[in-house]
């Protein structure tokens, strides 16, 4: 296999920090250090709008609300975290998604200039959350969309509740972290909080009768750890067996694995013991450090969708390695599974470092199957480049 160039958008003015696809439309949203979000076409790799003016300073990290679009509510929500240590909430109507945007991706460009600030102006910058006092490096919605992650060098992190529209209630404030954080992710199925940081250690957060409480440490790197990401659920997977892949400036890339939950039977919904006997605690092990590739900090990890064995890296290095999980021949006090690095490219963005990788699923024209995933590529040079794995 190899990585292979679809396309990339036109580079942004300064540093692209991280992309993000919406979880149901064709559409990508990408922060910089212009104090930007730029929302684009995934259908036709074009640039639509710029969400602007909501903060003072780059924004770090930009993420959609799930739930949201067309299907059961015609809004699309955009959380954004920022140095100016500030998180905004951004609104934009999607009622006339289809045939407005179908029209829009067919022609030539982006539209006329007039088109484009007309759509400009279709976001509404709903709420500001202020509360850190550093900052903002990552946000994060959970999978039902009711709680918002945000964490800051200030070393805290911090969950919000949104209680109905533009209403935001700070409902934690878990400070256990000695240095600056650097990501928070949910849990695609549960309520449970990873975050990771610069003090080495990933840390994981639920809800404890009437407080969120810290879970699990896992240690293991050596320096800071930049990034984490959930496994996307299986059918035949157990919720015990949940998995997390974590990229560091020590240069590996760790999977953990939950071993134990105290309440995977949650779903019987009994009431709290008022005791509050019964601990939150969970057990995860490292059960594999993916193969060595990068030579400098690995920035992003991403865990694929369509394909549970496979993610894909990338660091200060330049690099895109892909991993994929395979079966071992059997060997005496060895696992069974063990990873190997399927496809990479080099200079992915030329001299400059590579900030974030994610999966997306295709929209456009040269999709080759259902189902079929891409990586997108965030840079220092400004640009956002788009990959398909292609057979040698």
Known sequence: MRLKKITSLPPLSDRAWLSAPHPTLPLLATCSSNKTV?????????????????????IRSVAWKPNTGPQDNPESVLATGSFDATAGIWRRYEGQYEEHNHSHDHADGCGEHGEDEEEEEEWRFAVVLDGHESEIKSVAWSAGGSFLATCSRDKSVWVWEEMDDDNFETIAVLQEHTQDVKCVKWHPEEELLATSSYDDTIRL??????????????????????????????SNRSL???????????????????????????????????????????????????????????????WSASQPGRIVSCGGDGKIVVYEEFEAEPQEHSEKKKWQIVAEVEGAHGVYEVNNVCWANRWDKGKRFEGEEMVISTGDDGVVSFWELALE
């Open 205 to 234: 957060y639920k809800e404890d009768v009437d407080d969120w409480a810290c879970c699990a440490v896992l240690t293991g790197h050596t320096s800071t750890v930049w990034a984490i990401d959930f496994e996307k659920p299986e």
């Open 240 to 302: 015990t067996s949940s998995r997390l892949v974590s990229c560091s400036d020590d240069l590996t890339v760790r999977i953990w694995t939950r071993t134990s939950s105290p309440d995977s039977s949650s779903s019987t919904k009994k009431p709290p013991s008022i005791l509050r006997t019964n601990s939150i605690e969970e057990q995860w092990a490292e059960t594999a450090c993916l193969p060595a590739a990068h030579t400098r900090t690995v920035y992003s990890v991403s």
């Open 38 to 58: 730029l929302i684009s076409s995934l259908r036709t790799f074009t640039p639509q709008s710029t969400i602007e003016g909501g903060h003072k300073r780059s």
